[in-house]
């Protein structure tokens, strides 16, 4: 979830293939007007409105709104307002994410802690669930028209995804290969 909303991909496409199949459909079934998302240990709610009320919340609107969320500026306040354990998670997180690693947005992130860094390591896009549990014990709400995001531990990226990404498909290798 650290990522442009460009380089979100299915789990069973291609890593160079963007996800576009789909994207148009309904998030929900029956179809609703405005989701909400929450997140365990994230103090903010993510609000999702269909563009087309008659479509409802499409799933390019849900993976948009995560991705614009994650992008805002988190405030002084709202860090304090942390636990000290979490906000160890939430600094190492800032300054890996801003790191030259592959597969990690770097200075692209740009200054100032991002509500993404809250997440700490739990950075991949899990899904979403109706867990009416977990919304009340999140945020003390009631179904319908809420949903958990799952977040799941950050993966290293492989080296030869790590090559695709900075070089667009080509590595030095595979280009080594082909002149041969």
Same mark, same amino acid.
């Given at each position: 979830?650290?990522?442009?909303?460009?380089?979100?991909?299915?789990?069973?496409?291609?890593?160079?293939?963007?996800?576009?199949?789909?994207?148009?459909?309904?998030?929900?079934?029956?179809?609703?007007?405005?989701?909400?998302?929450?997140?365990?240990?994230?103090?903010?709610?993510?609000?999702?409105?269909?563009?087309?009320?008659?479509?409802?919340?499409?799933? /390019?609107?849900?993976?948009?709104?995560?991705?614009?969320? &994650?992008?805002?500026? =988190? *405030?002084?306040?709202? %860090?304090?307002? @942390?636990?000290?354990?979490?906000?160890?998670?939430?600094?190492?997180?800032?300054?890996?994410?801003?790191?030259?690693?592959?597969?990690?947005?770097?200075?692209?992130?740009?200054?100032?802690?991002?509500?993404?860094?809250?997440?700490?390591?739990?950075?991949?896009?899990? /899904?979403?669930?109706?867990?009416?549990?977990?919304?009340? &014990?999140?945020?003390? =709400? *009631?179904?319908?028209? %809420?949903?958990? @995001?799952?977040?799941?531990?950050?993966?290293?990226?492989?080296?030869?995804?790590?090559?695709?990404?900075?070089?667009?498909?080509?590595?030095?290798?595979?280009?080594?290969?082909?002149?041969?």
């Amino acid at each position: 979830m650290l990522r442009e909303s460009s380089l979100v991909h299915r789990s069973g496409d291609r890593v160079q293939v963007s996800w576009s199949i789909g994207r148009n459909e309904p998030a929900t079934s029956p179809r609703i007007d405005v989701l909400k998302i929450v997140i365990e240990r994230y103090p903010w709610l993510i609000k999702v409105e269909a563009q087309n009320l008659e479509a409802g919340v499409s799933c /390019g609107e849900v993976i948009e709104a995560i991705a614009s969320d &994650m992008g805002k500026l =988190a *405030t002084k306040v709202e %860090y304090q307002a @942390l636990p000290a354990n979490l906000q160890k998670v939430v600094s190492e997180a800032y300054h890996f994410n801003r790191s030259r690693r592959p597969g990690v947005p770097g200075g692209k992130m740009g200054e100032g802690l991002k509500r993404a860094d809250f997440l700490g390591q739990m950075t991949t896009f899990g /899904g979403l669930e109706a867990n009416p549990d977990g919304v009340r &014990m999140v945020c003390g =709400a *009631t179904m319908p028209g %809420y949903v958990m @995001l799952k977040c799941e531990k950050r993966e290293s990226m492989m080296w030869e995804e790590a090559q695709h990404t900075q070089t667009g498909g080509n590595s030095g290798r595979a280009a080594e290969s082909n002149s041969e």
